[in-house]
């Protein structure tokens, strides 16, 4: 089963507006980072939420946390066509950087 | 930002062969990292590495699979030998702290295995 997955497989939006990728996790965590991917490039990390933490930003990303519900969710507002990759949850329930990323959401932006 | 550089992009071998996968982590960082994502699949830990030792590996880190980073140059994912599981993409991190510090991922070894 997976450890940390995304909600959606893919999600599909016009420029400018706003979209919200959701993670569902299984294990107790120290952490949860949002990476992006573009094509044919390594993961980037986007926002790092610890567990401490309800809500984190980054400019126009919002990142937001309930350990309650073992749910995350990451929110682009104004998006941009280069906003185009897939985005990953990833959970480190070790402390020690030993990531579990979800299978990832498609977001495509369109002009 | 900071950058991983990853050599080759991409390796065909034989099943069987031996294959080296080469990683140039940031200069300053002191732990390293590598993932396994399968076509179509999540990306999952392999292992991470610190100060020349092995600290952590995932049952994907088989026993065919070896790490090292002599004398601080490239950090390395060896298998010897190949299997046809091996097909994957392989991508390499590294992070200046371990605990919840950023890591930068390179852009990945594309393995294919014949």
């Known amino acids: 089963s997976q450890l940390a997955e995304e909600n959606s497989w893919a999600l599909s939006v016009h420029e400018g507006e706003s979209v919200t990728v959701n993670c569902s996790y299984k294990?107790?965590?120290?952490?949860l980072q949002w990476y992006r991917q573009k094509s044919g490039k390594g993961p980037a990390q986007l926002i790092l939420?610890?567990?401490?933490?309800r809500e984190k930003r980054n400019g126009r990303l919002r990142a937001t946390l309930d350990t309650s519900s073992q749910s995350s969710s990451l929110s682009i507002t104004a998006t941009r066509c280069e906003d185009t990759a897939v985005y990953f949850c990833?959970?480190?329930?070790?402390?020690?950087?030993?990531?579990?990323f979800g299978k990832g959401t498609v977001l495509l932006v369109s002009p | 930002g900071p950058k991983v550089l990853q050599i080759p992009s991409h390796q065909i071998i034989d099943m069987g062969q031996m294959v080296t996968l080469n990683c140039d982590p940031v200069?300053?960082?002191?732990?390293f990292y590598w993932y396994k994502q399968i076509l179509g699949q999540q990306m999952e830990f392999l292992v991470n590495?610190?100060?020349?030792?092995?600290?952590?590996k995932s049952k994907l880190f088989k026993d065919q699979f070896s790490v090292e980073r002599p004398d601080g140059s490239y950090f390395t994912l060896k298998i010897q030998p190949t299997a046809l599981e091996d097909s994957a993409v392989y991508f390499c991190?590294?992070?200046?702290?371990?605990?919840?510090?950023?890591?930068?991922f390179g852009p990945g070894t594309r393995l294919l295995v014949l």
């Open positions: 939420i610890r567990s401490n933490e």
């Open positions: 200069s300053n960082h002191l732990y």
């Open positions: 990833a959970t480190d329930a070790s402390g020690y950087n030993k990531l579990t």
């Open positions: 294990t107790s965590i120290t952490a």
């Open positions: 991190a590294s992070s200046f702290l371990d605990n919840q510090d950023t890591q930068y």
């Open positions: 590495f610190y100060n020349g030792k092995v600290m952590e």
